[in-house]
């Protein structure tokens, strides 16, 4: 049985693009090496997810960032007062085809992260 945590304050925002290939690479080591060391500094953010969809022989590539947060306070110290609007900087956007102008918010109900399956639960 795994281990599950009930984490309704935390809020996940999501956001998605699209990319060739390379710039598919080109954004991952963007978002690993530049992104995530600026968000770890943010009072609120609880980590991220960065997935990847190929869409076919054209070779095109659909990004999805998942970042986590405690607060939609939190969400606004990175996204400023309207928190639906993406914040792409002009580095990112030279990297992929097109992208979300907005970024949707939902509540986790169940936060199974770090779960390992066929581990002991916690007590």
Known sequence: MTRMTNASELTVRTWSATASNAGAGDYGRYFA???LPQLRELPGFAG??????DL???GTVELTAQTFWESH???RAFAGDDITVAIVE???QAMLLDFDRAADHRSVVVD???SVPGSMPSR
């Open 56 to 58: 076919g022989q054209s």
């Open 33 to 35: 090496g530049t992104l």
């Open 73 to 75: 306070e939190a969400i």
């Open 112 to 114: 199974a992260r770090g």
């Open 90 to 92: 002009p580095e990112a």
């Open 48 to 53: 991220a997810y960065l997935l990847r969809r």
